[in-house]
């Protein structure tokens, strides 16, 4: 009898030590499922961040490819050059839709929401990179941004010795749907001396990544 009851003790003691062992793996499953969780979102979030920077960067890059533009770009003796360093009105038209050569060329407008629209239509009159000055910038696949970036150029009210430029540019991420937006003042002296930029800001990432993935 005493026989028997040890070994039903004994048998007791190896389902609770095997219960015990049991919970110990569950916890340390659980653990490595979040762990492994945690880190596929920090990765995600590293991917969307460094994609943002990237569609930033491209959105600069347009905005240095405007500054040559206005200064005369690839042909410093054309109708377009003219145009800027005489900030000729009657070419800076509101919907920016002049045509050929004076295209991308916007009359003063207060609101933001129509040069950003402008800037998002794949056919519209923003100006691609390197249209007016002949820079390349390398896109497609492989971490590089899906298309070149654009911007228009928009003739302010300006006194004193110089024409005042806002110019908007929009640059694209590596992601499908990641955009990014700056926006720049830029001074052009009447005499015909170089000019530069007076003041910058991000206009906000225009971003879709997040909510889209």
């Not at 920077?53 to 690839?74: K, N, P, T």
């Not at 991000?202 to 990544?209: K, V, Y």
């Amino acid at each position: 009898m005493r026989r028997f009851s040890f070994m039903r003790q004994r048998q007791r003691q190896g389902g609770a030590a095997l219960l015990t062992a049991l919970i110990l793996m569950l916890a340390v499953l659980m653990t490595g499922i979040a762990s492994t969780r945690s880190a596929l979102q920090n990765a995600r979030a590293a991917g969307h961040e460094r994609d943002r920077v990237l569609a930033l960067q491209m959105a600069d890059a347009a905005l240095f490819d405007a500054e040559h533009d206005i200064e005369g770009g690839s042909a410093p003796g054309s109708a377009r050059a003219a145009a800027f360093a005489a900030g000729q009105p009657g070419v800076f038209e509101i919907g920016c839709r002049g045509g050929t050569p004076y295209n991308g060329l916007c009359a003063h407008d207060p609101g933001q929401e129509r040069h950003a629209a402008i800037l998002a239509e794949d056919e519209g009159p923003a100006v691609v990179f390197g249209t007016f000055t002949g820079s390349r910038m390398p896109d497609g696949e492989a971490g590089l941004q899906l298309e070149a970036p654009r911007y228009l150029i928009e003739l302010m009210p300006a006194g004193g010795d110089a024409h005042l430029y806002r110019i908007t540019a929009r640059g694209a991420g590596a992601m499908q749907h990641t955009w990014a937006a700056l926006q720049a003042y830029y001074r052009k002296p009447h005499d015909g001396t170089p000019g530069r930029r007076v003041g910058w800001r991000e206009l906000g990432n225009w971003s879709e990544s997040y909510a889209s993935n």
